[in-house]
C-alpha cells in the first residue's frame, strides 16, 4: 500500500495527469499549467484554484485574517498573471473550525476585498462548511485572456533569454524569522520580508507588459522557488538553462540576513520560494526593451540567464566557472511547514 | 465577541453577501443563488463550488471513495442544472491527511470521472494540500448558459404551479440508516435509500426539458430540503406557497421506514433533504405537458402545490384542512451529521 506521501505533491499531480482524459476540444490548457484554459465560443476562459490552510501553509500568528484573506486572492491572481490571463470573479469556500468569530471572517473578506479592489477582483459566490480540523479558505479565480496573449510554460527555446520581476528570496527569510520565532525583533528590512511573505503583490500589471512588448515564450510565477518554477518550465519547454550567479537580484532583507554568506544569500534567493515574481524568457532582442520597462512601472526586470539545450540541467555560471545545479525549491507537500 | 456558530451557515452568508461588493456589470448573478453567472462577451459562464469533508458531509463508511468522487461532481452539477446552466470543467482541491493511500486517489478520481462521463464533466485543474485534519475535496463546476434559459429563484409569482421532480426523502432515510449504524441489516428498499444518499444523480437532462419546454419562473435544486429550498425560492421571489399532503412524492424507502406512519413519512420527504431533485414553478397552462416530459424522460414531474401571496409562509393542505409549516430542512452549519 503506497501512501500519498510517499510519491509527493508532484509525484500525485503526474499519475492525475496521466490518467486517460475524455478529449475535450473546449479545452486549451488542462491540468498541469498555472491555470486551466477553456474555449467559450469565442472567448477563453482562464480557471485557477488556490488555498491556505492553517497548519499547512502557515502557522497560527504567521499571518492574520486580513493577511490571509490578501494572500489566498494574490496567489490566485500571481496564477492568471503567469499565463497572461485577466482575472476577474473569485468563488470563496471557507473551512470553518467552530471557535472562529464572525470578525476573524470579516477581517479575512476585508483582505480579499483590499486585494481583489487592486487586482479588479470581485467575489461572487462559494460554500460554506464547519470543520473539525483547522482553518482553512480555498479560492478559485475566474477570467478571461486572448488567444494571441496566452503565455505557455513550453515556448521556451534554446538562446532566448531568461528575466525575472523584482527581487527574490526576501518572502522566504520573513517566513523562516516567522517560523524560528525571530520575526519582530528584527530590523527594518526583516519586517519587508515578513510583509513579503504576507501580502505578496502579484505582478499583474507586470504580466501585462510583458505580452504586450516582449513577446515572451514561456512564463510562469515563482511560488516554490526559482530553480524549482525553472525546472517546471525546462520540463514543458524540454530545455536546459544557465544562469549567472551574478546577475541574480537577491533581495537586500536576504543579503541583511545572512550577512557576508553569499553563497547562503544566493542559495535562498535560488531556492527560498513564495516570491511571486514572475519568470519568463524572451528572444534576446527584446533585452533592450527591459529599461523602458522598468522604468514605467517602477518594477526590477533583470535579465538572469539563457535558456540552453535539452538534457542541460540548470548550471550556475559565476566567477569561478560553472556548475550543475539540483533540482531545487520546495515542495508544499513535503514536509510542513 | 460573536462566534460563527452562533449565526450559522445562512447567518453568515447574509453577512458575506451584505458586505458593499463593487459594482460590476460582467455579475449577471452573486452571492447567494445556487451558481454565479458572469458575462464574457456573448458568453455567459455559469461558476459553482461545493465540497465533502469527511466529519462534515459524512462520516467514515458512510461513503466509499468511489462514492466521495461522484458525488462531489454530482452535487455542483445538481447546482448548474437548477440556473438551467451546461457544465463542463472541473477544477479540484484535494485535501490530504498523511495517511490517505495512492489507492484512496484512484478510487475518488474513477468517481469523479464516472459522474463526470454522464454529465459531460472533464477535470482541468486544481490543487492539492496536505493538511492535519480529515479528507476534504473541492470542486468548482464551471459551465455555460444561454441568456434567454436563465432560471433565477426569483421569478416565481402567486397562482403558478410547484413542481418537483422524482420522489423525495429516500437519500436522508438513507443518511439515517447510516448514521444509526443500521444500514447492511436492511431491506432492498433501504440499499435503495443508502444509494441514493451516496450516488445522487444530478437531474441535468430533466433541467434542459424543463427550460426547453415548460418556460419554467424558477428553480432550485433540494439539498438541504424541499421546505428549506422552497423558503428560497419564496424569499427570492417574494411568495408563499401551498404544498397538498396527498400530492407530495414520497420516496418508497421513506414509506417503508416509518411503517403505517403516514405523517412521519410527510415530514422526512418535505425536510429530509439530500434529494438533489428538482423543485420549479411553472405558469399553470403548462400542467399539461408534465404527463409527456415524464414519459420522454422517465422521470416522475409531479405537481405539489401552488404559489400564493407573500407573508402568507409555507401551508400544508391535508384531507384535515389546511396549516402552516415552520421553515425546516437542515442547516448544514447546525450540528456536524
Not at 503565455?151 to 533569454?161: C, M, N, Y
Not at 541583511?256 to 553569499?262: K, L, M, P, S
Not at 555560471?317 to 515542495?331: T, Y
Amino acid at each position: 500500500v503506497t501512501e500519498v506521501s510517499e510519491i509527493g505533491e508532484f509525484g500525485l499531480i503526474d499519475r492525475i495527469r496521466s490518467r486517460r482524459v475524455p478529449h475535450d476540444e473546449d479545452v486549451v490548457l488542462g491540468i498541469g499549467d498555472d491555470c486551466a484554459i477553456l474555449r467559450r465560443g469565442p472567448v477563453l476562459e482562464v480557471l485557477t484554484t488556490d488555498c491556505l490552510v492553517e497548519g499547512s501553509h502557515y502557522q497560527p500568528g504567521w499571518l492574520d485574517m486580513t493577511d490571509v484573506g490578501w494572500k489566498v486572492i494574490a496567489v490566485n491572481v500571481s496564477d492568471v498573471a503567469a499565463v497572461g490571463g485577466v482575472p476577474k470573479h473569485a468563488l470563496v469556500t471557507l473551512f470553518l473550525p467552530e471557535d472562529l468569530t464572525v470578525k476573524q471572517i470579516d477581517d479575512l473578506y476585508d483582505g480579499m476585498e483590499r486585494c481583489g479592489e487592486e487586482m479588479g477582483v470581485v467575489v461572487v459566490g462559494g460554500d460554506i462548511v464547519k470543520i473539525n480540523g483547522p482553518f482553512g479558505v480555498s479560492v478559485t479565480l475566474a477570467g478571461v485572456c486572448e488567444r494571441d496573449e496566452i503565455v505557455l510554460r513550453s515556448g521556451a527555446r534554446q538562446g532566448d533569454t531568461i528575466v525575472v520581476t523584482g527581487t527574490l528570496g526576501d518572502a522566504s527569510v520573513g517566513l523562516k524569522a516567522l517560523r524560528d520565532g525571530t520575526a519582530g525583533s528584527e530590523s527594518e528590512t526583516m519586517d519587508g520580508c515578513i510583509a513579503r511573505f504576507r501580502r505578496p503583490v502579484p505582478r499583474l500589471r507586470e504580466s501585462r507588459a510583458i505580452i504586450e512588448q516582449l513577446q515572451p515564450t514561456s512564463m510562469i510565477d515563482i511560488s516554490d522557488g526559482l530553480l524549482s518554477d525553472l525546472w517546471h518550465i525546462m520540463e514543458a519547454s524540454g530545455v536546459g538553462a544557465t544562469l549567472e550567479a551574478q546577475e541574480i537580484p537577491i533581495g537586500s532583507g536576504v543579503i541583511d540576513f545572512f550577512g557576508g554568506n553569499e553563497e547562503e544569500a544566493l542559495s535562498q534567493a535560488l531556492a527560498g520560494g513564495e516570491d511571486y515574481e514572475l519568470l519568463f524568457t524572451i528572444k534576446s532582442r527584446f533585452e533592450e526593451k527591459l529599461p523602458d520597462l522598468a522604468a514605467g512601472l517602477g518594477t526590477k526586470f533583470t535579465p538572469i540567464g539563457k535558456i540552453t539545450a535539452k538534457g542541460a540541467g540548470v548550471r550556475l555560471a559565476g566567477q569561478a566557472g560553472e556548475r550543475e545545479l539540483e533540482r531545487g525549491g520546495f515542495d508544499h507537500f513535503g514536509p510542513a511547514v
